[in-house]
């Protein structure tokens, strides 16, 4: 492979802090957890938007365009409130 079409590469701030945010995401409770999967899902459309904007292939735009759809995901899953328990669970 030509190495102007970089398939792997060091991750860049945004998708660290992605990592890292969505560790404690699942490692923390309560608005701990909350907020750090908001900064996570929030870092991972900001590295989306830049590998879309300036991705250095057509195969890393595409990871740009994947990661913006499940950034975007992520976000509704946090906006959407718990559902409530149904009456054959109570």
């Known amino acids: 492979m030509p190495r102007r079409y970089p ?7 945004p998708l660290i802090t992605a990592m890292l945010a969505g560790a404690v995401a699942r490692t923390a409770h309560g608005p701990t957890a909350r907020g750090a999967a908001v900064i996570s899902a929030l870092a991972q459309l900001v590295w989306a938007y830049q590998e879309i904007t300036e991705g250095a292939n057509g195969f890393r735009r595409l990871l740009g365009v994947a990661g913006a759809a499940r950034g975007a995901a992520e976000l509704v899953r946090i906006a959407k409130p718990p559902s409530a328990p149904s009456l054959s669970q109570a």
């Open 7 to 13: 398939i792997f590469q060091f991750p860049n701030p």
